[in-house]
């Protein structure tokens, strides 16, 4: 039902990220299209673009659907910097303008998905914070026009860092549910545990899912980002751990995946698209992915 694999690395140039992806075993992967802490994006030629995408098909043609099936295997983080609650204007636009450029980058590039973190309420204050967010993100949309669908990522809840619990993430997703490009949400496990969202056993996961579906609606949920937390439950701190070392625990995961697999995958899921990215060091990140393919692969039929 869903592919696993990490977020690699495009150095030297984007058409390396699918071989990073298939030499760690990945059956999906995540890349930034330009630098993450800021400076200019890299152009995306014809020439890069055709070579990224003679990579993917060389790479990912082993049992794998290929780009050239016209099934994504990718997708695009935004850059760290984007923050829509900056009292900045220049900050503000910008960030409008790079997601804006990171949704038609992804475009060209064949992605599924993009997704972003929002920034901070600490400029404006929640109330003003969210309106000018709202604003923000209606703007990317209404000058968008592409295949690549554009999703909201829970945040860890840390400071005042805007969509920090399902009910902020309803209330920004309102006015973007009328563009046809508008996805969803990417649910990160570390950072929703660290906000509170206990996913540590079964009935904690159901619990969890339960309140995202009141909120949000399950319908809304997908793709992950699949991390293990440094951080207690309610710590409020962006901190990833590998699988099974962390305050989650590989029962976690287990009862994460079995939920999916039972009961999200029934009524939502579309065939072979929900796509479980790994942010853990690549130290063992390769560990990683073969232990929640392993979980998965282990599931009741």
Same mark, same amino acid.
């Given at each position: 039902? &869903?592919?696993?694999?990490?977020?690699?690395?495009?150095?030297?140039?984007?058409?390396?990220?699918? %071989?990073?992806? $298939?030499?760690? *075993?990945?059956?999906?992967?995540?890349?930034?299209?330009?630098?993450?802490? #800021?400076?200019?994006?890299?152009?995306?030629?014809?020439?890069?673009?055709? =070579? /990224? =995408?003679?990579?993917?098909?060389?790479?990912?043609?082993?049992?794998?659907? !290929?780009?050239?099936?016209?099934?994504?295997?990718?997708?695009?983080?935004?850059?760290?910097?984007?923050?829509?609650?900056?009292?900045?204007?220049?900050?503000?636009?910008? !960030?409008?303008?790079?997601? *804006?450029? +990171?949704? %038609?980058?992804?475009?060209?590039?064949?992605?599924?998905?993009?997704?972003?973190?929002? #920034?901070?309420? =600490?400029?404006? #204050?929640?109330?003003?914070?969210?309106?000018?967010?709202?604003?923000?993100?209606?703007?990317?949309?209404? @000058? &968008?026009?592409?295949?690549?669908?554009?999703?909201?990522?829970?945040?860890?809840?840390? *400071?005042?860092?805007?969509?920090?619990?399902?009910?902020?993430?309803?209330?920004?997703?309102?006015?973007?549910?009328?563009?046809?490009?508008?996805?969803?949400?990417? /649910?990160?496990?570390?950072?929703?545990? $660290?906000?509170?969202? +206990?996913?540590?056993?079964?009935? !904690?996961?159901?619990?969890? /899912?339960?309140?995202? +579906?009141?909120?949000? *609606?399950?319908?809304?949920? =997908?793709?992950?980002?699949?991390?293990?937390? @440094?951080?207690?439950?309610?710590?409020?701190?962006?901190?990833?751990?590998?699988?099974?070392?962390?305050?989650?625990?590989?029962? #976690?995961?287990?009862?994460?995946?079995? &939920?999916?697999?039972?009961?999200?995958? %029934?009524?939502?899921?579309?065939?072979?698209?929900?796509?479980?990215?790994?942010?853990?060091?690549? +130290? @063992?990140?390769?560990?990683?992915?073969?232990?929640?393919?392993?979980?998965?692969?282990?599931?009741?039929?």
């Amino acid at each position: 039902m &869903y592919k696993i694999g990490c977020h690699v690395s495009i150095a030297g140039g984007v058409w390396n990220a699918p %071989k990073n992806a $298939a030499d760690l *075993g990945c059956e999906t992967f995540q890349i930034f299209t330009r630098p993450p802490m #800021g400076g200019n994006a890299p152009e995306l030629t014809p020439e890069i673009i055709s =070579k /990224f =995408k003679e990579e993917m098909e060389r790479c990912f043609d082993r049992g794998v659907p !290929s780009a050239a099936e016209g099934t994504p295997l990718f997708v695009v983080h935004c850059p760290y910097f984007v923050n829509f609650g900056s009292a900045t204007p220049r900050i503000y636009h910008g !960030s409008i303008s790079v997601v *804006g450029e +990171d949704l %038609k980058r992804a475009n060209l590039l064949g992605a599924k998905y993009v997704m972003t973190h929002l #920034g901070s309420f =600490k400029d404006l #204050g929640a109330k003003k914070g969210m309106k000018q967010a709202k604003a923000g993100l209606s703007e990317v949309l209404k @000058k &968008y026009k592409g295949d690549t669908a554009f999703l909201l990522e829970i945040a860890a809840g840390s *400071g005042e860092t805007i969509g920090g619990n399902f009910e902020q993430l309803a209330e920004l997703m309102e006015p973007l549910m009328k563009f046809k490009t508008f996805g969803g949400v990417c /649910f990160d496990t570390q950072h929703a545990f $660290a906000s509170g969202y +206990d996913l540590r056993d079964a009935s !904690s996961v159901a619990k969890t /899912f339960k309140q995202f +579906d009141k909120a949000i *609606g399950l319908k809304w949920l =997908k793709m992950s980002h699949i991390n293990d937390s @440094k951080i207690d439950l309610g710590g409020r701190k962006d901190r990833h751990e590998h699988i099974g070392e962390g305050k989650i625990g590989q029962a #976690g995961f287990k009862a994460f995946l079995e &939920y999916l697999n039972t009961v999200y995958s %029934k009524q939502y899921a579309e065939s072979g698209s929900f796509y479980l990215i790994l942010e853990t060091e690549h +130290d @063992k990140v390769k560990t990683d992915i073969k232990l929640l393919k392993s979980l998965r692969n282990n599931l009741k039929k």
